[in-house]
């Protein structure tokens, strides 16, 4: 069976300081590891994904995560928070070939100005 | 990149009625297709794995015959929330595997609010 946990269900910072969104994750298999952006009353939006090779994975607008996995986790960061990238943001999991892909609860992301 | 079309994307309906939502994979072809459902500020709850050509697979708790689920075509499938009621009021989201990327990622719709009255 697989998991994932995200700590922190709303996470505020300030325009231009760093992002980390945090993900851990148990599997009983070589997990592949997904960051996706949800705005408001849209689907999901791949930001980077992880599934072998480079453990550190950068995506769009310049967010990026490092798979490790001796602490089983998946932080996303971004050097530098936009207004844009407020939005709920969900790590998810999957075995191969997309068997039992879960989500994490997500995690808000407000950017004060 | 790769697309998946989810219409419609809001609809409203009487209790009691069903409702059809259409789920498509624009540019690549979807040998399994899944749907979600989402209550507010909550994450994604998968509801079903849709394999083209043969019946869907329904996760815990929800019931088939309330969901139907067809998948007829390698680039489409359809979930009808039968005899709505205002209960089924939520947002659903189907996404797609594209199988010439060896189902390393799946391509989310856009999402279809549905709320029943």
């Known amino acids: 069976a697989q998991s994932v946990t995200q700590l922190g269900s709303h996470v505020s910072v300030s325009e231009g300081a760093l992002v980390l969104l945090r993900c851990n994750y148990s599997?009983?298999?070589?997990?592949?590891l997904f960051w996706y952006v949800q705005y408001p009353n849209q689907g999901l939006q791949l930001l980077l994904k992880?599934?072998?090779?480079?453990?550190l994975v950068k995506g769009i607008n310049g967010f990026e995560a490092e798979f490790k996995k001796s602490e089983t986790s998946f932080h996303l960061t971004k050097p530098s928070a936009h207004m844009s990238d407020a939005a709920e943001y969900f790590c998810?999991?999957?075995?191969?070939?997309?068997?039992?892909?879960?989500f994490g609860p997500g995690t808000r992301l407000s950017v004060l100005p | 990149g790769a697309v998946v079309s989810q219409h419609p994307s809001r609809v409203i309906c009487k209790s009691g009625t069903s409702v059809k939502i259409e789920c498509r994979s624009l540019?690549?072809?979807?040998?399994?297709m899944f749907w979600y459902r989402q209550f507010p500020k909550q994450s994604l709850m998968l509801m079903a794995t849709?394999?083209?050509?043969?019946?869907?697979?329904?996760e815990q708790g929800v019931e088939k015959d309330k969901f139907l689920i067809n998948h007829a075509s390698l680039t489409l499938s359809t979930l009808t929330v039968t005899s709505a009621h205002p209960e089924d009021s939520s947002f659903y989201i189907c996404?797609?595997?594209?199988?010439?990327?060896?189902?390393?990622?799946?391509?989310f719709g856009q999402g279809t609010r549905l709320t029943v009255v």
């Open positions: 540019d690549f072809q979807a040998t399994t």
């Open positions: 849709s394999n083209e050509g043969s019946k869907a697979t329904y």
């Open positions: 996404s797609a595997m594209d199988r010439d990327t060896m189902n390393t990622e799946a391509f």
């Open positions: 998810a999991v999957s075995g191969n070939y997309g068997q039992n892909f879960v």
């Open positions: 599997s009983s298999v070589p997990p592949y």
């Open positions: 992880y599934t072998t090779g480079a453990t």
